[in-house]
């Protein structure tokens, strides 16, 4: 009597980023002081904060620039027509 053995594939574990560990290189989006998404490009994560603060105002979102360890508060553009009464 032959007996077989099931063998169950398991999936690699996934990488888990901690939020509370600066990014090496690149940039990155800063939430409530939690890094968030990163970047190659500081367009690319600028663009990505605005629209995210447009859809969430209530938040404090900046860019982080791991090359020069500095952070950028990212605000919501106003125009002058939003202010006219």
Known sequence: M????????????RQV????????N???IVV???FKTEFV???????AAA???????MLKIEVYDAASK???LVRIATSATQHAC
């Open 51 to 57: 629209e995210l603060l447009a859809k969430y105002s």
């Open 70 to 72: 500095s952070r950028t």
């Open 17 to 24: 980023r901690r939020a509370d560990l600066a990014p090496a």
């Open 32 to 34: 409530d002081g939690r």
């Open 2 to 13: 032959n007996k077989t053995t099931l063998q169950v594939e398991r999936p690699q574990p």
């Open 26 to 28: 690149g940039y990155a």
């Open 41 to 47: 490009d500081e367009n690319a994560a600028t663009k």
